[in-house]
């Protein structure tokens, strides 16, 4: 079936602008991760979304990151006022449910530039 | 979580196993060991995971040492494909477990 899909694969934007990332996750998966990878960086969690549950915020380095997810499905990470530190891939996973034994499969990511 | 130890980089031969060590030697009696692999331009996929027996399936094997203290992910055959960053990650796995991070892994290069 369908993997994860994000959108746009590559963006570059000009310092200032805001941008908007999409994920779209697996059919019928009720959890969704946002994450990001810097160039030679580890992954760093951003945010998670579990069903109607509040979602985990404590990851977004800033509040000019935000994210929302649409009737529990798409997602879309939101960077107001771009950085050049926040230049790296942006990876979106979904699992079957919440919690830590079930496996997260990633989407490709999307690389943002910010020039 | 607790941390691991991994090579920086190493290669094998196609069609030979490759035999990917990683230390844990501060793993918790309640941590799984995970294995993860990042082909170029593509999300981390996961690979196998254990506790304590060894255990196999359509990707690799995974060796883990009585001690618990390290272990040895096994791609039988490597293939062209297999060649990507390899990571090796201790993590528990209750409800609240779900944030994985992982460190700077294993450069695997699969030559001809």
């Known amino acids: 079936g369908a993997g994860v899909s994000q959108s746009p694969s590559n963006k570059v934007t000009e310092k200032g602008k805001d941008v908007e990332l999409r994920c779209d996750p697996i059919?019928?998966?009720?959890?969704l991760y946002w994450y990001r990878q810097s160039l030679g960086q580890g992954l760093e969690f951003l945010i998670y979304f579990q069903g109607n549950s509040a979602p985990d915020k404590s990851g977004l380095p800033s509040d000019r990151f935000s994210a929302e997810r649409t009737g529990g499905s798409v997602s879309t990470l939101t960077i107001q006022r771009t950085q050049q530190e926040d230049s790296a891939v942006y990876l979106c996973a979904s699992s079957a449910t919440g919690g830590g034994s079930y496996e997260q499969y990633f989407g490709p990511g999307t690389r943002l530039t910010v020039t | 979580d607790a941390k691991t130890t991994q090579p920086t980089s190493m290669d094998c031969a196609e069609g030979r196993a490759a035999n990917l060590p990683c230390n844990h030697s501060t793993i918790s009696g309640n941590e799984y060991v995970y294995w993860y692999r990042q082909i170029h331009s593509q999300g981390p996929q996961y690979i196998i995971h254990?506790?304590?027996n060894n255990e196999t399936n359509e990707m690799a094997s995974l060796i883990i040492t009585e001690d618990r203290k390290s272990s040895t992910l096994i791609l039988p055959h490597a293939t062209l494909r297999d060649t990507a960053v390899y990571y090796c990650i201790v993590r528990r796995t209750g409800s609240n477990d779900y944030k994985l991070s992982f460190g700077a892994g294993t450069t695997v290069t699969v030559r001809a």
């Open positions: 059919s019928g998966h009720t959890a």
């Open positions: 254990g506790l304590k």
